[in-house]
């Protein structure tokens, strides 16, 4: 009892300067009802740390205090960046950044809170007119010349959260050692440091001008127009789940070509409170519902859904029965690269040297289209800062020509540096046209890569483990893991075990071997004989350890024989949990 009454004294101390006069009274007046609340739940919830700065930026949930996603947290974490960009750019006459945000409650706000501190701080401030997707942010920084951009978005995370994301002069998200730099200058920052009151003379609206350029840039990446002219009555169901994606995605599939997008309506009313979903998140098939409706009643050929801030997308398409499925993340990239390496060769548009990326738990078939077809794959880290990192290093010496991960992100040009959902629904829906012009669906061309590379089936589990016994839990299984590495997992014997921590690779024979990544990351791998591949690494936001498993079989030589590699698969899933106990 002591250590709570400690706790919620903590709190206290902590809300009551919250009751000063450089709150609003709103935030003041909430504030006093949680200290004079008997029940002190909320209170601790809201004050018992500061909503932490991370490598991304923030995110919380909205509401008043210290933990919480507000005006006041934006605020000290622009101050921050702001006085990190001046140290940073300190030879620069004009320092500027772009300012971009979501759908969200609250997002406006936030958004125009940070253009206020970063022109009240000198910095010139870009202002998006209204909600446009996160992959424009990135775009707009380097079109524009800009030197750091944010982003005011939660991406997919429930109604009540928020978010900022903090981006670099390149477009990516802050890498090392801007990361750490920029974190402690927001740490040094309390609310009488920031400057609130904007300079509108350093402030300057953009929209409709940024927009086009986007969209034309895009509109290069189409690899085939001929296939598009001739299947441009392709009908296509596109729901934005009430997001940015509504002001941008109709737009470039119409540029495309493509004469038959149906909109999902009831999910192009721009909204924060996500009306029509449970979770505003493409990976979740509850999520596709509505687009599904519809796209039973028109006879759709595809149906594509980007999550509220329009850099991710998740799709469905109708398989050899004529029911309706969903393609997962892994399948996806699959087909994004399958499709990007075949044509670019059948179009003679393929340069020496050009390269694709994924992440290391995304599928391997993907290293094996690449092998056979001679072009040079690289692995980096989960998280697409890491894929922008590859394409900055070889810029101007190699071309990216696409890269992805097996959460639904993707990304297939250069001139942006963070997933796109805009340029990715407009592509895919090529890719579908070509199908559709051998006759085909996405379905089918997904089981022509499978016969051809091999079947896969991936599966995520996640294992969650609460609170602070739950983090030492999760601590002491990689720990246990490391210091006794399955010999067998599955009945499969492990023959190759990576280790991203000390970036080692030891065989089977216990040799080992360095593994050449720009920095370490709590990851292990492991490789089995059946070409059966684990990954396994706590989770950087929640409570959860994540176990990422791929399955193969190279026996699959027709499209009937899916089903039965799927259940296959499934069962040896299960003898994989029972083998590392989860």
């Excluded at 030492?472 to 075990?497: A, H, L, W, Y």
Aim: charged content about 25%; glycine content about 6%.
């Amino acid at each position: 009892m002591e250590n709570n009454a400690q706790l919620i004294a903590s709190c206290e101390a902590k809300a009551q300067q919250w009751l000063s006069p450089a709150f609003d009274e709103e935030t003041r007046k909430a504030v006093k009802e949680m200290l004079d609340n008997e029940d002190k739940t909320e209170l601790i919830e809201c004050f018992y740390k500061d909503l932490e700065f991370g490598t991304g930026g923030l995110r919380g949930i909205m509401g008043a205090g210290s933990n919480r996603m507000n005006v006041y947290t934006v605020g000290m974490a622009t101050q921050g960046f702001a006085n990190y960009l001046k140290k940073n750019f300190a030879q620069r006459s004009e320092i500027s950044v772009v300012v971009c945000h979501d759908c969200r409650n609250n997002s406006r706000l936030y958004a125009e809170t940070v253009a206020n501190i970063f022109s009240a701080n000198g910095i010139k401030a870009y202002l998006f007119d209204d909600m446009r997707p996160t992959p424009e942010c990135s775009f707009a920084i380097r079109h524009l010349g800009c030197q750091a951009g944010v982003n005011v978005t939660a991406s997919h995370n429930p109604r009540e959260y928020n978010g900022y994301k903090a981006y670099w002069e390149d477009g990516a998200q802050v890498l090392a050692p801007h990361d750490t730099g920029i974190i402690d200058e927001v740490n040094k920052v309390s609310i009488d440091d920031v400057k609130f009151a904007g300079n509108p003379a350093l402030i300057e609206i953009i929209g409709e001008e940024v927009d086009r350029v986007y969209l034309e840039k895009i509109k290069e990446i189409c690899i085939d127009p001929a296939v598009i002219e001739r299947q441009k009555n392709l009908k296509i169901v596109y729901t934005p789940l009430h997001g940015t994606g509504m002001t941008m995605i109709p737009r470039s599939l119409k540029f495309w070509g493509f004469e038959n997008v149906h909109c999902v309506e009831e999910q192009m009313l721009k909204s924060g409170d996500f009306p029509t979903v449970v979770s505003p998140n493409p990976e979740n098939g509850e999520a596709l519902t509505l687009a599904l409706r519809d796209a039973k009643a028109m006879d759709a050929d595809i149906v594509m859904a980007s999550d509220p801030d329009a850099d991710r997308v998740g799709m469905a398409c109708k398989n050899d029965k004529g029911e309706w499925i969903l393609i997962n993340g892994n399948q996806t990239c699959l087909l994004f690269l399958y499709y990007i390496i075949t044509n670019r060769k059948a179009m003679n548009k393929m340069q020496k040297g050009d390269f694709i990326v994924k992440t290391i738990v995304t599928t391997e078939v993907i290293k094996k289209i690449a092998d056979k077809q001679q072009i040079e794959m690289r692995d980096c880290y989960t998280g697409f800062k890491w894929i922008a990192r590859e394409i900055a290093i070889s810029e101007g010496k190699q071309q990216y020509i696409g890269g992805g991960e097996e959460s639904y992100g993707f990304l297939a040009q250069d001139f942006v540096r963070d997933k796109d959902a805009v340029s990715a629904c407009s592509l895919l829906a090529e890719i579908c046209a070509y199908a559709k012009d051998q006759g085909k669906t996405l379905y089918d061309l997904l089981m022509d890569v499978y016969m051809e590379y091999g079947f896969s089936r991936e599966t995520t589990i996640n294992v969650v483990k609460p609170g602070k016994s739950g983090a030492d839990e999760i601590k002491q299984m990689m720990t246990n893991f490391r210091n006794n590495p399955p010999q067998e997992i599955g009945g499969s014997k492990v023959v190759v075990c990576k280790d991203y921590q000390t970036l080692e690779l030891t065989q089977a024979d216990g040799s080992k071997q360095p593994i050449d990544m720009p920095t370490t990351s709590n990851v292990l791998q492991w490789f089995c004989e059946d070409e059966t591949k684990i990954s396994v690494r706590p989770s950087g936001t929640e409570p959860k350890i994540k176990f990422y498993i791929e399955i193969k079989d190279n026996d699959m030589t027709s499209a009937q024989q899916y089903e039965d590699c799927m259940k296959k698969a499934d069962a040896k899933v299960e003898a994989i949990k029972k083998s590392l106990n989860i």
